[in-house]
């Protein structure tokens, strides 16, 4: 059978997609090079905004309404709408053939045979009481993965539907996690990021290690830094990412793992969703605006080169025009090299959706561009100060726009393009000089030789700073 996947929303639903599809090939199916050429299509969906659902439901229609021209075609959807959908999407859909919960991967084969069978309609949603079974399974070929740690959520943040669908945290036993990096890095993955949704909290709901490590003195005490340092200590890996985080999990201990371990990249994506205090409150984020710069701060003082990213929401129920005008401060203030806005969507179910969603769509779409204009300014700003500067760049390929130049990413997630030179091949980490930077992309060229075993440590400023010896909040 040849597959096809379309996939929306966040990392784990990237991750999720690959693992499909490699369940898949492992049973012998193909991918398809497009819909007509496609036997079975997936609609992989995200819950977290409206928009996100009704433009998959209108994908869905469109593939089902094509079956009068395809009848042997199958439709399917999975991913978070999915889950929080389940039977009334069937109902509202009738042609859909599948709808699969978030973590079903595994039982996709099987799924297929009763298809093929003849059966219809199948409904294969999580059991939230169940421990989730997580597919190790990945593509063969890239230089980058993501791999999930840390499934579901337990913050409850006022706003977001993503706890109801992907149910409660559940961490992933260690020793699963360090056999599927190591089987990354044995067929040539170099760089890892680790997902969760407060990925920080990794080990705080459930034991992890079978055995518990040793606890040297210096050593790391809490869970999700020994993961680092464990992920971090597999022969291969070049690089080592995580997201999301939370400020409360920017412990002392995180910080000086992610200044100390070898390859650990010097970059967090650090929602903050709000820069007043009131909307923070009524969001259920647990920090104040306050709090959160002293986060950035203690990271900024650990790592001189630390880049910042962050999501933040507008126009939550009774955002004021001085509520909004705190967030634009605190953007300011925390000098992010890039952030996603996002107009807020009343998610059902929600603490929120119970709120006035009271800023008429007009003025979130106006806050919306307000922020992306400071942003704007801001990250080009940032790239600016790159100008000089040498970056070790991760080699990802060709570039897509101009096959003369290749591209790569910086310790700091930005895209780096540069002139090829034919001694450099993918997964190299070169040195770039920034010749040129745009507010999304820098550009430059390699000023000496690609070295695939130089630990990233080494190549980024890591000044000893003391920690400043704040406790956590
Ligand atoms: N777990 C991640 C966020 C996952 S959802 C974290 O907390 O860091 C990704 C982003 O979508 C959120 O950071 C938030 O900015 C946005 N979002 C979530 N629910 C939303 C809603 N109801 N309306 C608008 N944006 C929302
Ligand atoms: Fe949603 Fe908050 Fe959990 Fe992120 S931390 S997934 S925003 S509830
Ligand atoms: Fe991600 Fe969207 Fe689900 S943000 S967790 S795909 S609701």
Not at 18 to 27: G, I, Q, T
Not at 58 to 78: D, I, N, S, T, W
Not at 221 to 246: C, K, M, N, W, Y
Not at 385 to 400: D, F, I, M, R, Y
């Amino acid at each position: 059978m040849k597959f096809l996947l379309h996939t929306y929303g966040c990392q784990m639903n990237v991750r999720d997609a690959e693992a499909v599809a490699a369940v898949l090939e492992a049973a012998g199916h193909l991918p398809a090079v497009d819909e007509n050429d496609a036997d079975l299509i997936l609609v992989n969906t995200c819950s977290v905004r409206g928009k996100a659902e009704d433009k998959a439901v209108g994908k869905l229609g469109l593939l089902c309404a094509g079956k009068r021209l395809a009848p042997h075609r199958l439709v399917g959807v999975m991913g978070c709408m999915a889950q929080r959908r389940g039977a009334a999407l069937l109902k509202k859909i009738p042609q859909l053939d599948l709808v699969l919960g978030t973590r079903q991967q595994q039982a996709l084969p099987e799924l297929l045979a009763r298809l093929t069978a003849g059966e219809r309609g199948i409904l294969q949603l999580d059991d939230p009481t169940a421990t989730p079974r997580v597919s190790q399974a990945h593509r063969a070929g890239a230089i980058s993965a993501f791999v999930s740690v840390l499934l579901g959520c337990n913050r409850r943040c006022a706003y977001c539907v993503v706890p109801d669908v992907r149910g409660a945290e559940y961490s992933r036993p260690a020793k699963d996690i360090l056999e599927e990096v190591q089987q990354l890095a044995d067929a040539g993955v170099r760089e890892i990021t680790l997902l969760g949704q407060s990925v920080m909290n990794y080990g705080r709901s459930n034991a992890v290690w079978e055995t518990p490590p040793t606890r040297s003195p210096g050593g790391f005490q809490e869970d999700f830094p020994r993961l680092l340092e464990a992920v971090s200590a597999i022969a291969g890996i070049r690089r080592l990412r995580f997201t999301s985080g939370h400020p409360s999990g920017c412990t002392n201990e995180l910080i000086r793992a992610m200044r100390d371990l070898p390859h650990v990249c010097p970059h967090l994506h650090l929602p903050v969703q709000s820069g007043s205090d009131r909307i923070l409150e009524l969001m259920r984020r647990g920090y104040t605006a306050a709090q959160y710069l002293e986060v950035v701060g203690r990271l900024r003082a650990a790592m001189p080169s630390f880049a910042l990213t962050s999501d933040v929401i507008v126009g939550f129920p009774t955002e004021t025009a001085d509520d909004f005008e705190a967030t634009r401060h605190l953007l300011a203030a925390a000098a992010f090299d890039n952030s996603f806005i996002f107009k807020y969507s009343p998610r059902p179910g929600t603490p929120a959706a119970a709120m006035p969603d009271d800023v008429p769509t007009a003025e979130k779409i106006r806050r919306n561009q307000v922020l992306l204009a400071d942003q704007d300014i801001l990250g080009q700003r940032l790239n600016d100060a790159c100008l000089n500067q040498t970056l070790h760049v991760l080699v990802e390929g060709v570039s897509l726009r101009n096959t003369q130049r290749w591209a790569g990413r910086s310790p700091g997630n930005k895209i780096v393009l540069f002139t090829h030179q034919p001694t450099i091949a993918v997964g190299d980490l070169v040195p770039v000089q920034i010749t040129r930077a745009a507010a999304q992309t820098l550009y430059g060229d390699v000023v000496g030789l690609a070295d695939a075993h130089v630990p990233s440590a080494t190549l980024t400023p890591q000044a000893a700073l003391p920690l400043p010896n704040k406790e956590p909040l």
